[in-house]
């Protein structure tokens, strides 16, 4: 059966009460989240370049970035029920595809690493926690539930529900569990996969 899409607003809502215990009313919510805001304007932004006119939607985002400091490309695809936290010095960019109930903290960066063309950006799945400064450079994929830490650095792809940190990110928990021989077989294919993915 086909998944109900739910509206931007309702999604907007749930889940900043869901994951922000100082959000008291759903009205507080609407005037006062600069992520609420800046994902509310992306929808404009995004149908404006997706009906071709993209100095319009460029210059229309670029308004939203001086008010909330959020900058996302008008291009990137958003799903509803992201969760967008303080937001200030949040970068992202035209590729980029984020999935529902993704958490993006201040200071993150979906960009790319200045090397690729066509699809330069992340592509974040359902659930994933990327933590404050941290920087996601290049089509990597960032599996669903995963975690990245505050102020890592990931240039390869994250498996789904681990938790990496560090520059460059490595992983340090998978499901929740320090499994030494788990995490060191994760990492070798990462690495493999990685250095296949940079010698073409
Ligand atoms: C990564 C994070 C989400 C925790 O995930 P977790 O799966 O619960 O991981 P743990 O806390 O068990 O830490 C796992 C290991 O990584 C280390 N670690 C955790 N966060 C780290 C970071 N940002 N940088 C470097 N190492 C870190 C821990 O010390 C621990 O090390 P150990 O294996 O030697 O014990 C959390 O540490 C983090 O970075 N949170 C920031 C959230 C944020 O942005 N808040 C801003 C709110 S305004």
Redesign the pocket.
């Given at each position: 059966m086909k998944e109900k899409k739910k509206g931007f607003w309702r999604e907007a809502i749930r889940v900043t009460q869901e994951n922000d215990p100082a959000a008291r009313t759903a009205f507080e919510v609407v005037l006062t989240y600069p992520g609420v805001k800046a994902l509310a304007a992306h929808k404009l932004s995004h149908w404006l370049w997706n009906h071709g006119f993209k100095l319009l939607a460029r210059m229309h985002s670029q308004f939203w970035r001086f008010w909330t400091q959020i900058e996302i490309h008008p291009g990137a695809k958003i799903a509803n029920g992201v969760f967008i936290?303080?937001g200030s010095g949040l970068v992202i960019g035209e590729t980029a595809l984020v999935e529902t109930d993704v958490k993006l903290?201040?200071g993150v960066t979906l960009g790319g690493t200045g090397k690729d063309k066509g699809k330069r950006h992340p592509q974040v799945h359902r659930g994933a926690?990327i933590?404050?400064h941290a920087q996601l450079l290049g089509p990597i994929e960032i599996g669903a539930n995963s975690?990245v830490?505050?102020?890592?650095v990931v240039v390869a792809d994250v498996p789904e529900d681990v938790?990496v940190?560090?520059v460059p990110a490595k992983v340090?928990?998978v499901h929740?569990q320090?499994d030494e021989q788990t995490i060191l077989n994760l990492e070798e294919r990462r690495e493999a996969s990685y250095h296949s993915s940079h010698s073409k």
């Open positions: 936290d303080h903290y201040h926690l933590s404050a975690k830490g505050a102020g890592a938790t940190v560090g340090v928990r929740g320090k």
